[in-house]
Each structure stands twice: as C-alpha cells, then as structure tokens.
C-alpha cells in the first residue's frame, strides 16, 4: 500500500525537469491551435469531390467495358476479371493528374490515393454484381441444393455425408433405395438440362441412364419426390437436407434393391447463359453401402 505522502512525493519527483546536463531537455508540446484558412479548406473540399466524382465514373466505366465487353468473349470465370481492376488502381494518380486541373490535383496526397484506391474498387465490384446477376444477366449455373439423399428404408441403421459421399450402415445384405436429389437455380431451374447416370457395386461398369432432358420433362421423377415423407439426411431441426428451399425442384428414383458396395453418380447441369453462351455445373458422388456386422 502507498500512502497519500508518498505518492504526493513521487509525483512532484517525477514533474521536474531534467537538468540541462542530462539526456537533453524534452521540449513541451505545443497547445497553440494552427489558424484556420478557410479558403485553403474550401480548395482542398473541391479537389476531394473532384477525386470522388473521377473515381465512380471510372469504376462504373470499367464494370460496363468488363461486362459487355470482356465477358461474351469468355467461356467462365476469368482471373482476368479481377486482375485488370486492380492494376488499374495503379494509374489513379496518373489519371488525377490528367483530367483534373493543377490547382487541385497539386493538393492530393497519399491519404487521398488510398480512398481512392478502395472507391473505385468497390464501385466496380458493385456495378459488376448488379451487372452480372439477375435481371440483367446469369453467370451461376443450375446446382443440386443439398446433394443426394435416399428416402427413408428399412435396414439402414446409421447414414453419414461427407464430402460428396453418401455412406449407409445396414444391419442386412441388402437395401431398397430410392435416390433423390433437387436442383436449384437463380433464375429458371425448369429450363435447365439435366444428366443423370449410375454405375458401380453390383452394376459393375454398366452405366445407368436415371435422367436425361430438360428438368420440367422429369415429371414421373418429381412425382416419386413429392411421394417420399421421410429422407434419410436431416439438419439438427429435423429438416432433410436435400431440398431446403421452396424453389427447389426435387425428383427421385427407385433404384430397386442395392447390395454392399460403391455406386458413382455423375451429374450435369447446364443451361443457356448471358453473357456466357453455357452454364455448366457436373459433379460426382459416392454411395457406399456397408453392412455392420455386431455380435
């Protein structure tokens, strides 16, 4: 504990100024106030909006070149997309210095390229988005919304997904499986294509055709969906996994009886694009089947 005295002493200790022979004299900050030049102030306001003006207006040019230009003459996501952006923060201040009269761009100083430089990237990012998306446009494919699921069936006594891979425990030789899937998309999921096959297990190399045409022509496929009341593949909420949204569109099929073993699913999804002429999404899953042998 320190008492009132001492702490009275360490202060008034600690206050006084170093002798002139010591480490040097520390000079005292200066409390005077800086006068104020209005005029100054008014200028340095008029370069900023200047600057700000330039910089949207370049953001926004360059997101319409890159989009109606660029992008129909690419096949999908470019590095280039991004990297030409980028580089061109670079040249602000060149760019300053030519379109904006001497008087103010003398006045920018490296605060001033900073908040440029991220301006006129997010413009860009934002106009591209709004560009890139609809109503405007569609880059992102047709995808499956929660992978694949089988309707819930005797014999299976544990599931688990990881990873693209769909793994069943059975307490039997063997299972009926009715495979289902969804397919979503941001603008018209009916209207995509669709390619479904599988092979393996006891299929061995022969491939089976499941689907093959538009989504709206799979009408048995989403019938036998709508039919299935319990899925094997839940959230914490009880809710399957397979189709989470209303706008999913769900089919399923009836595999008849599987034994133990890998089966490959290969999926492809496309559909006509803008600016892109084809959006093509593919994947494929595993379904293993195990049966658990306990004592």
């Known amino acids: 504990m320190v008492d009132v005295d001492s702490a009275l002493r360490a202060s008034a200790y600690s206050g006084k100024k170093k002798p002139k022979g010591g480490g ?29 003006w330039l910089v949207i207006f370049l953001g ?13 003459t690419l096949d999908g996501p470019e590095t280039i997309l991004w990297l030409i952006p980028v580089l061109l923060i670079t040249t602000l201040p060149s760019i300053h210095k ?20 991220f301006l006129f990237f997010f413009t ?27 309707a819930e069936t005797d014999g299976v006594v544990s599931s688990e997904w990881k990873s693209g891979t769909y793994t069943l425990e059975l307490n039997q030789g063997e299972v009926d ?10 603008v018209d999921a009916e209207s995509a294509n669709i390619v479904v096959s599988i092979w393996g297990g006891k ?43 209303s706008k999913d569109i769900g089919m399923a099929y009836d595999l008849g009886t599987l034994t133990p073993g890998e089966y490959q699913i ?7 694009g803008d600016p892109w002429d084809s959006n093509d999404w593919e994947r494929e899953y595993t379904l293993k089947i195990r049966q658990s042998f306990t004592a």
């Open 266 to 272: 290969r999926v492809h999804l496309s559909e006509e």
């Open 98 to 117: 030519l379109v904006i009269p001497n008087r103010y761009s003398d006045l920018y100083d490296k605060g001033n390229w900073f908040r440029s430089g």
């Open 124 to 150: 860009f990012i934002a106009i591209s988005f709004i560009l890139s998306n609809p109503p405007l446009a569609d880059i992102a494919p047709p995808t499956f919304a929660g992978g694949i699921d089988i």
């Open 177 to 186: 499986v009715i495979l289902g899937f969804a397919v979503r998309d941001n």
């Open 24 to 52: 040097g004299k520390e000079d005292k900050p200066s409390r005077k106030l800086e006068p104020f030049d209005p005029v100054a102030a008014y200028e340095k306001e008029k370069a900023d909006a200047y600057s700000m």
């Open 60 to 72: 926004l040019l360059v997101g319409l070149i890159m989009r109606y230009v660029l992008m129909p």
């Open 203 to 245: 299929l061995g190399t022969e491939m089976i055709s499941l689907a093959n045409g538009t989504v709206i022509e799979q009408v048995s496929a989403q019938e036998t969906f709508n039919q299935v009341e319990n899925w094997t593949n839940l959230d914490k909420n009880g809710n399957p996994r397979v189709a989470t949204h």
